[in-house]
């Protein structure tokens, strides 16, 4: 049978010789050629598109059935005219109708169907192809947008006003429940067409399209589903919406934060060293052992920087004279002060007094930083004048206790990857990259016009870049990993930690609240009062984890509307909210891990901030506990008490929701079943916080670092073998060697690992060999072969060039699955314990009884014969 090709351009679309729908496209499109031939290498291609293309407008092609002699793609000066009195005739005159037999009108409207659907992929395959790529057609459109006309006052003001009239009219438009419908497929179709697009415009338009559903969700809460009539109903369904309200704020501010990153490039630094400028290093430490101290020191030391101009500190609120020996032992300064006011701040601004070179570097003590490190960040201190302020990434090479108890180190992102990775990015984008405590660099001039380290709050580092922008200096953030270090080992500690955290920021909102006072611009003051307000979600959060039990346990609806107006008003807010974040958040966060990480800190934020609010002075510092290890895996029962608690209220929540669906009215049962899904994705967050708590044992000394570096091994027998580490460690490495590694095991060799000039060579012992794999054990290293071993292991600058770029963005539905996994694995290890519990109880409780038992009296054997029986 003979094959024609319907060719748009130079594309072809094949068909059989029964084509009548060929015609029919050929007469209302722009074919340009009929050919009789075409490659059989296009036909997969052909088809692969055809299924796989989305259609492009029904109505265009309706249109063009309505105007049969009229070429809507190609309009000549007289085809308006044509078109003003085809439409008055078809208004005046009814053409008479054809009539047909039903079977085949409803065969005619199945061809028009398909008809229209294939030319619709044949149209839109022919407008990419005139653009040669849809990536092509975005550019234009952002060429477009940075248009200069657009920079007009007068334009904006227009453009402005007529969108924020229209978003208003969208989100406060009441519609039933069809038109609410419709109106949530248009959304979201929008959004997926939009999703196929790259670049900061497409971002923007799914900003847009998620803060629509969000807000007209909100407007339709708060106008339609309060219960007015009932002070129960209105009382807790106020605080639910107080509650959104809260959320929907913190979404919209994030939204505004982090729309257009600025992702900032490292500053070349002049080939004149003579201009580059002295640098001090300080280095805090109050209580940390010098195992973790140490290799942060030598680390420093190999940075790659004039030595004239480069001055380390090691500042020991601790004054110990094991830390001052060894300051004098590797040749650094050493400075402790008579007492500890002020905690890490007054440590800091004691050796700002006593110091003089023109920018500081702070590292916390267990932060090792890369010998490229001041390299890679004073170039902008060079190009901006203005600048004071330049903080970098803080990367963990341990497992924090998220990562470790999930087992999930560096396959899902911790708490810490998206502020680091996508927020300060776009706070920098509004000069409102702020100090995070280490791994920085600040100007002394302007560190000194301010008075210093803030010592007000606990939060002294994102207090003191206040005060920096408050005085009309820059700040930046530069997002190349340069240092890592160690994260809270438990669960308590990690705990700990943030709500000294949120202490502070919420000290800071009291006293010198961002929205308030002078310096600041309306984007730092937005970036500034997001992060404070980010750390009050506590109270939101538990009031989500119990609101649906208001109507199961007590019978109150907290929203007066029926199950399916809360569906089509709550799902496109969620879902939209949902697809942004995982388009902007990448593989910096996934979905649905947020929640997990805000109910593991609600109960202890929430009375960290309400304190706060009411007394901001408040509070003292703590040291987060770092380094330490954990021997024998147990379950945290005094850390996961709120959780447990609100594990408890959820499973009776849902019980009481099976009872309500067997015996309450049918009208109910969709509102229930609502409830009872809310309650089980409840349960499902709570079951991963209950996994969190059950702490995993960590019993290294030192962490493996993965590395492949070249190694040569000369055995005890003379022989060289090349090898390439798998990873390294301070007090070991592994490695992978081309030959077998067969009866190697236990002997002393020489190694060297590394490239020229850094070269560790030492001697170790085999402690494990398995086929083309071995382990070592170093011998004791001099204090030279420890700096080269550490420079091999933290120190280079590469070291952490791909410890976040192998892993894949964010796919919902994967983490959607995971996040239900870990859930029910929690439940598993809770219950797991529980039972051991009850066991030890019942031992412990029979044990009690056999004492009680023993003491009572009993009829001695030689008279139980004389007793008479009953």
Not at 522 to 546: D, E, K, N, S
Request: charged residues 20%.
């Amino acid at each position: 049978m003979e094959l024609l090709t319907l060719r748009y351009g130079d594309r072809y679309y094949p068909r059989t010789s029964k084509r009548k729908w060929i015609m029919a496209a050929a007469s209302h499109s722009n074919v340009t050629h009929i050919s009789p031939q075409r490659p059989r290498t296009q036909r997969s291609h052909w088809l692969a598109r055809l299924l796989l293309a989305k259609p492009l407008n029904y109505f265009q092609w309706r249109l063009a059935l309505l105007i049969p002699h009229v070429n809507l793609g190609y309009l000549r000066p007289l085809d308006p005219l044509r078109i003003l009195l085809q439409i008055i005739w078809l208004l005046l005159v009814i053409p008479p109708a054809y009539r047909r037999p039903p079977f085949l009108q409803r065969m005619q409207r199945a061809t028009g169907k398909a008809n229209a659907w294939l030319l619709c992929h044949l149209s839109r395959y022919r407008l990419l192809h005139q653009t040669n790529n849809h990536q092509q057609l975005l550019q234009r459109v952002e060429q477009l947008a940075v248009h200069p006309f657009w920079r007009l006052a007068p334009v904006r003001f227009t453009l402005y006003a007529v969108a924020s009239i229209l978003i208003l009219f969208i989100v406060t438009t009441p519609m039933s429940t069809l038109p609410q419908a419709l109106f949530v497929l248009l959304l979201w179709g929008m959004a997926m067409i939009i999703g196929q697009f790259k670049g900061n415009l497409a971002n923007l338009l799914l900003i847009l399209l998620s803060a629509i559903a969000s807000t007209r969700y909100l407007w339709w809460r708060a106008i339609n589903t309060l219960n007015w009539d009932n002070m129960i109903n209105l009382t807790l369904g106020i605080g639910l919406l107080a509650a959104e309200i809260y959320i929907w704020l913190v979404l919209i501010l994030a939204f505004i934060q982090i729309a257009w990153p600025l992702r900032r490039p490292s500053a070349p630094l002049p080939d004149d060293k003579t201009l580059w400028p002295a640098v001090d290093v300080f280095i805090p430490t109050y209580n940390e052992p010098m195992k973790i101290v140490r290799p942060t020191v030598l680390a420093t030391m190999n940075m790659d920087w004039p030595e004239d101009k480069l001055n380390i500190y090691l500042l020991d609120d601790g004054r110990r004279q094991e830390f001052k020996t060894f300051a004098e032992e590797v040749g650094i300064h050493y400075m402790a002060r008579p007492d500890n006011r002020h905690a890490k701040a007054g440590n800091l601004n004691y050796a700002l007094e006593r110091t003089q070179s023109e920018l500081i570097t702070i590292f916390d003590c267990d932060h090792i930083p890369t010998r490229s490190f001041l390299q890679t960040n004073v170039g902008w201190f060079l190009k901006d004048p203005k600048l004071a302020l330049l903080q970098t990434p803080h990367l963990f090479y341990s497992p924090d206790p998220f990562e470790r108890n999930l087992d999930n180190f560096r396959r899902t992102p911790n708490e810490n990857e998206l502020f680091y990775g996508v927020i300060q990015e776009g706070n920098d984008f509004w000069n409102a990259a702020f100090f995070c405590g280490s791994c920085a660099l600040l100007r002394r001039g302007p560190l000194e016009e301010i008075g210093g380290v803030a010592t007000e709050t606990l939060t002294e580092d994102a207090h003191t870049a206040l005060r920096l922008h408050r005085e009309g200096y820059n700040s930046a953030y530069l997002n190349i990993p340069q240092a890592a270090g160690l994260a809270p080992e438990s669960l308590s500690a990690y705990v700990g930690q943030r709500i000294r955290w949120a202490r502070g920021m919420i000290q800071i909102l009291r006293i010198d609240n961002p929205l308030f006072g002078k310096g600041l611009s309306l984007g730092q003051r937005l970036c500034y009062f997001t992060a404070m307000l980010y750390f009050l979600t506590g109270i939101p959060r538990l009031v989500f984890l119990t609101a649906p039990l208001a109507f199961l346990i007590l019978h109150v609806y907290i929203i007066h509307a029926p199950a399916q107006m809360i569906l089509l008003y709550v799902l496109p807010h969620l879902l939209h909210s949902n697809l942004t974040n995982a388009r902007l958040q990448g593989k910096y966060r996934y979905s649905f891990w947020a929640e997990v990480y805000e109910s593991v800190l609600a109960w202890y934020i929430a009375r960290a901030t309400i304190v706060a609010l009411f007394a901001p002075h408040k509070g003292s510092f703590n040291v987060t506990a770092k380094g330490g290890l954990i021997e024998q895996q147990h379950f945290d029962w005094e850390i996961a008490r709120p959780s447990l608690v609100l594990t408890g209220l959820n499973v009776i929540g849902l019980l009481f929701g099976i009872w309500r669906l067997i015996e309450n009215p049918a009208n109910e049962t969709a509102i229930v079943m609502l409830n009872i899904g809310w309650t089980f994705y409840n349960l499902v967050i709570l079951g991963v916080t209950l996994s969190v708590a059950t702490e995993t044992r960590q019993t290294r000394n030192s962490h493996r670092i993965p590395a492949r570096l070249p190694a040569l091994l000369q055995l005890e027998d003379g022989r060289v073998l090349e090898a390439e580490t798998l990873d390294l460690s301070e007090g070991g490495v592994a490695l992978h060697l081309d030959v077998p590694a067969d009866g190697l095991l236990n002997q002393k060799i020489e190694i060297s690992i590394g490239k020229t000039p850094t070269i560790l060579r030492c001697s170790a012992r085999i402690v494990r060999s398995h086929e083309h794999q071995i382990g070592l054990l170093f011998d004791p290293l001099t204090l030279e072969d420890e700096a080269r071993l550490i420079e091999c292991i933290y120190g280079r600058a590469d070291a952490w060039k791909d410890w976040v770029t192998d892993r894949p963005r964010d796919r919902p539905l994967r983490a959607m699955l995971d996040v239900l996994r870990t859930g029910l694995t929690g439940f598993h290890r809770v219950s797991y314990v529980l039972l051991r519990r009850m066991v030890s109880v019942y031992t412990q409780g029979h044990k009690f009884l056999s004492w009680v038992y023993s003491l009572l009296p009993r009829t001695p054997n030689h008279l139980q014969s004389r007793v008479d029986p009953p």
